[in-house]
């Protein structure tokens, strides 16, 4: 299974502060990269994506950037807030046959007030 | 109403036992999935069906029989639970566009003693 590589483990941002979290992958047949959101005891949940068409994403304070040529993506949360505090997974698929997502490993994200 | 239902919430048994778990979804979605989720919060593919059919089936042990008897419905049995199996299951579900979200249920603690 192709890989897809995140970072930091674990972040610890104040509020008002801008979070950032990284993701790289390796197969280049990737073309659909979006970011999940889980609360604790709940299921994940999609937060936004994006296609390679693009380099950049926006929806409300949460943005996407996407490197292509670097086959790097990153997930900027603006303003964090408490309510932000959970763990944030990227993952990646391609469109073409049946393809399923590929997570990576998570960052648990905690908003100080 | 909740759209990817699964029962229980939590399983505590002992090692030996068989046990199964139950999902729902009322989305019309096509395609179903089941996760795992380990202690370190990595989430890994166990398998997939479409519409009824069994589509990915990763390194699973046999002991984890997937059944789909509409394609509403996809239950997780467990047979001769080993320690190794405690960790949170989420069922899924998605339209079959590679573009399309998933949706997760809450998730199932299993725990095996």
């Known amino acids: 299974q192709q890989q897809v590589k995140q970072s930091p483990q674990s972040l610890i941002v104040q509020k008002g502060g801008i979070s950032i979290i990284n993701c790289a992958y390796e197969n280049t047949a990737f073309d659909y990269f979006p970011w999940y959101q889980q609360f604790p005891g709940k299921g994940p949940a999609l937060l936004i994506a994006i296609r390679p068409d693009v380099s950049e994403k926006k929806e409300g304070r949460f943005t996407i950037s996407f490197n292509k040529s670097a086959k790097q993506f990153s997930l900027h949360i603006m303003d964090s807030q408490p309510g932000d505090s959970a763990t944030y997974f990227c993952a990646a698929s391609m469109s073409s046959g049946y393809s399923t997502l590929t997570f990576g490993k998570g960052t648990m994200l905690l908003v100080s007030p | 109403d909740t759209a990817v239902s699964q029962t229980p919430k939590y399983l505590v048994t002992q090692m030996g036992n068989d046990k199964s778990i139950k999902c729902e979804q009322n989305l019309g979605h096509d395609t179903m999935y089941w996760y795992k989720q380990d202690s370190k919060k990595f989430l890994k593919i166990m398998f997939s069906y479409n519409n009824k059919e069994l589509i990915i089936n990763e390194t699973v042990p046999n002991r984890f029989s997937p059944k789909s008897p509409d394609k509403a419905h996809l239950n997780l049995h467990i047979n001769s639970l080993e320690l190794g199996d405690s960790a949170v299951y989420f069922c899924?579900?998605?339209?079959?566009?590679?573009?399309?979200?998933?949706?997760f249920g809450n998730g199932t603690r299993l725990t095996v003693t």
């Open positions: 899924a579900s998605s339209q079959v566009d590679s573009y399309s979200p998933l949706h």
